[in-house]
């Protein structure tokens, strides 16, 4: 089966959101491989980030896939205008949408990847059964809402479980973690079957971009 390749795509909700363009600069120079964009509505989760627009603007300053996740409620009625925007991944939650199969449909018939995303209480059985229509399964490893959280090592059987469930059904599918991840914390989740790593403030946080994408490299060879 083909491999997986590894991914680091660094989170933007932990820059500088006066200055976005720069950041995507740097995290691409520092050789990030996607970037990931945190889309909250303040009713699926307690905060507001961004929207539409934003993509729309990222897009044209990187070359860099847009890793774009909805943290929005009933995600079917945007996902067309976010891929219209720009997003190359698009990511739902499990637990934000009562018609999971045809979001999927509609992401992929849209020309983007599909990717579903499940909070850290929400079971890998949930996806058994749109596992075909999946690019990528985001375990998060922080309950969504807010960077800078501590990582729930208890996800940890959890991602295993996720990919497991892909090799079962002989797809390849990008398994990805978000939430704490780290230089401390990246090795675990990659000898866990992570393939594809978030990282928020453990990228733009650290006043270091491109040091901080090459430590969490380090720690994956
Ligand atoms: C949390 C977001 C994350 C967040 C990660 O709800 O989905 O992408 O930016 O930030 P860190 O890496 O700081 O936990
Ligand atoms: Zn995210």
Known sequence: MTKRNT?????ILSADMANLAAAVEQAQTAGADWIHVDVMDGRFVP????????VAALKKCT????????MIA?????????IKAGADILVVHAEATCHLY???????????????????????????????????????????????????????????????????????VDIQVDGGI???TI?????????SFVSGTGVFGTGDVALAVRELRAELS
Do not use: C, W
């Open 187 to 195: 090795g675990a989740a990659a000898k866990a079957g992570a393939n």
């Open 74 to 82: 009933e995600p079917e009625r945007y996902v067309n205008d976010f």
């Open 102 to 172: 045809r979001t999927l449909e509609i992401i992929r018939e849209a020309g983007a990847r599909a990717g579903v995303a499940l909070n850290p209480a929400t079971p890998v059985s949930t996806i058994r059964h749109v596992i075909e229509k999946l690019d990528m399964i985001l375990i998060m490893t922080v309950e969504p809402g807010f960077g800078g959280q501590k990582f729930i090592p208890a996800m940890l059987p959890k991602v295993s479980e996720a990919a497991r469930l892909a090799e079962e059904h002989q797809l390849v």
């Open 7 to 11: 991914l680091i795509s660094p989170s």
């Open 63 to 70: 070359r860099l896939p847009l890793d774009v996740h909805l």
């Open 47 to 54: 905060n507001i980030t961004i929207g539409i627009p934003v």
């Open 182 to 184: 780290n230089k401390e």
